[in-house]
Structures are given as C-alpha cells and as structure tokens.
C-alpha cells in the first residue's frame, strides 16, 4: 500500500474467512480443471515455470486492486476528481464484459467435463451444451431471478477444494511410485515453439487465476481492511494450490501423447485410479454452474450501477445470456480462454490506471506503469494454446 490511510483495523477472523470465499470461488472456478493441459500444451515442461510467472502477474495486479480499495474508493467516493471517476467507469464497463466472457468459459468447461465423462465431447456438443445451460440461467435470471442459487457457492467451493486436495495427494503418491520404479519423473516434451509464441500462449492465462478483484466490489458487505486481507489472502491460499497442484500433475501430463484437451484432466485422474474421476466431474459441474451464476449476477450488477438504474435486470440477464450463447459459437475452450484473459487484462490495466491517478508516491507509480505494460501484452498479444 501507498499510505493512503493510516487506520489499520484489526484482523477479524469471522468477517474475512466469508469474505475469502467469493475471491476463492472464482480463482478456483477460473482455472484449476484446465492449467495443466493449457500450460502442458504451451511449455511442456516448463509449465511449473510458467505457472510461476503467472502468480507472480496475478500477485502484482492483486495489489493494484488493494491499492484502490485503499487510496481510489474514498476519491471515487467524494467524486471531485473527474479523471479517475471517468477511468473507474471505464473499467466497469470492461469488467461487465469480462464476466460475460467468463461465464461463456465456465460453462465451456462445465459442459466439456460432462460430455468427457459420457465420450460426447464433440466441439458441437459442447458448444449446444453451454448454450442451453446459459439460456436456463438467463431465464431463471429474468423470471426469478438468480439470487437463491448464489448459496451453491460456497457449498461448491469446499466441494472443489476437497477435489483439488485429494487430487493433489492421489497424484502426489502415484508421482512416488513412478519415482520408486523408473529413479525419475517423466515430464512431457517441449512443443516446438518459439519463445514469443510460448510468451504470447502464456499471456493467454491470466483468466486462470482471476477473481482476486471480487472483495474491490463487496464494500457493503465487508469493511475496507476485511476486504484487502481477503484479496490477498485467497490469493496466497489459490496460488499455492495451484503452483503444488501443477507439480504433482506434471508427472502423469505424458499419458495423454500430446493431445491436450479442455477436459485432458479427466484422463489424468483416472490414470492413478478410476475413483477419482466421478468426484472430479461433479465438482466440474458445481463449480462451474456457481460460478457462471455469480459471474452472471455481477455482470447484471454491474450494469444496473453503469447505467444508474436505467438497464434494468431482467434486460441485464438477457444480454448477458444472448452474448454468453453467441460466444459458445465462436471457438474452442482454449479459445474462449484466451479471449476471457485478454478481457480481464483491459479491466486490470484501467484499474492501474485509476491507481495512477491517485497515487503520488514515484516508487508505486513506477510498479503500476510496469504491470500495466505486462497488462498492455496480454491484452494485445495473448494467444490460445492447443
């Protein structure tokens, strides 16, 4: 932080364990069913490298985001300074879009994980599948509304982190018995590619390890330092999961012979036992149906505040299931990740923006210029892997 407030509040441990679990919903739901196959495509077995580089992007922009829960709410608040209000509404424009693109990816994935488990993966199933499942959430959405199904979340995030640990320790003790009898772990090959070609398909994943910005928008739930510490956090809690979890699945990644598809994880897990699968697919389908929920809701949200009030949330779902089932259409889940982290990356980059705006401290304002440029990268150059 830039010394904006010098009130530090206490931790409260009651307020920011709810706090975390819409930020770890989302960076869970984002990216940890389809990592290993998109960095294994990208950089073979350079993917633990990759992964790293990926947080430490993630960990930079998170504290842009903490920054202006910190320094930019309180002159948003006030509004006299037309620069950063201007450039805040900026970035909830690109936010609402970025969550209708993620909603296409979430439910991609969702529909790629039950078709995988039924052998009807084709890219026309998938794209059918993703595009009934967001016709059902925008007509919940229009005639109900969304709102009691936001209590999937946090059911589907314990459910999604008991997949992930059992994972990580099935994988974990398979990578020991491979070690035991062959004296070394496989890895899977490098992909000839270039180096700008493996740094622009690097770039494309950002999406995977969004949603540290969720506790920017929970301001009438949540305190200003619940928040913060609830941004980062979840971050330290998923980015380490993660980094473990591409440790102990790079072993097995040469099983699948250089075919990686969007649902390549299915495949891994039944490699080390048959009984990992079923639990894996459903907490796909949870976690990405709770997901695609909340994103959907946050969108409409989002713009019922841009509009101020005149889009109205029967409208709001309507666009955002019309966009989510034209995007289901237009490619590849590798594709739609891509698209989705170049979406995200235009959000961040306002958001340094905003940052800059208030900030008068030259060492911090020398960072947000430095993420914005890596922001400035992935938003021009990210390419899909596959």
């Not at 922009?61 to 309180?74: D, M």
């Not at 970025?98 to 199933?125: P, Q, R």
């Not at 018995?177 to 062959?182: A, H, M, N, P, V």
């Not at 979840?234 to 699945?249: D, G, K």
Request: proline letters at 5%.
């Amino acid at each position: 932080m830039s010394g904006c407030s010098p009130d530090r509040q206490l931790p409260q441990p009651r307020q920011i364990i709810p706090a975390m679990s819409t930020p770890l919903a989302s960076i869970f739901g984002s990216g940890f069913l389809v990592i290993v196959p998109v960095l294994a495509s990208g950089v073979g077995p350079y993917a633990i490298l990759a992964m790293l580089a990926i947080s430490v992007v993630a960990l930079q922009t998170g504290a842009i985001v903490r920054h202006n829960i910190l320094c930019a709410e309180p002159v948003l608040a006030a509004g006299n300074k037309r620069l950063t209000v201007m450039l805040e509404r900026g970035s909830d424009v690109a936010l609402v879009l970025a969550y209708i693109v993620s909603v296409c990816l979430y439910l991609h994935i969702l529909s790629a994980f039950v078709l995988g488990s039924l052998n009807l993966d084709s890219e026309f199933n998938k794209s059918l599948l993703t595009s009934i499942v967001a016709i059902l959430i925008t007509l919940i959405g229009m005639f109900g509304g969304l709102s009691p199904l936001e209590r999937l979340e946090r059911f589907a995030l314990y459910m999604t982190l008991a997949v992930v640990l059992l994972l990580i320790l099935g994988f974990a003790l398979h990578d020991v018995e491979l070690y035991i009898e062959l004296d070394y772990l496989p890895l899977p090959e490098m992909p000839e590619r270039s180096f700008w070609e493996v740094l622009t398909i690097v770039s494309g994943t950002l999406i995977v390890v969004q949603g540290f910005e969720t506790p920017r928008y929970l301001g009438r739930r949540f305190d200003t330092w619940t928040r913060i510490r609830a941004s980062r956090w979840s971050q330290y809690c998923a980015l380490s999961v993660y980094i473990v979890f591409v440790v102990v699945t790079l072993p097995l990644v040469p099983v699948l012979n250089g075919q990686y598809e969007d649902n390549s994880l299915i495949k891994l897990a039944a490699t080390v036992s048959i009984l990992l699968s079923m639990p894996l697919i459903l907490a796909a389908a949870l976690s990405q149906f709770s997901a695609a929920v909340a994103d959907t809701l946050a969108a409409v949200s989002n713009l019922d505040e841009v509009s101020h009030g005149r889009f109205k949330p029967g409208w709001g779902y309507l666009l955002v299931g019309a966009a989510t089932t034209v995007l289901a259409w237009t490619g590849s889940t590798f594709t739609v990740i891509a698209l989705a982290s170049r979406a995200f990356a235009l959000y961040y980059l306002l958001q340094c923006l905003v940052a800059f705006s208030v900030c008068r401290n030259r060492r911090e304002r020398v960072r947000f210029f430095m993420v914005g440029l890596a922001l400035g990268f992935i938003l021009i150059f990210a390419v899909p892997a596959g």
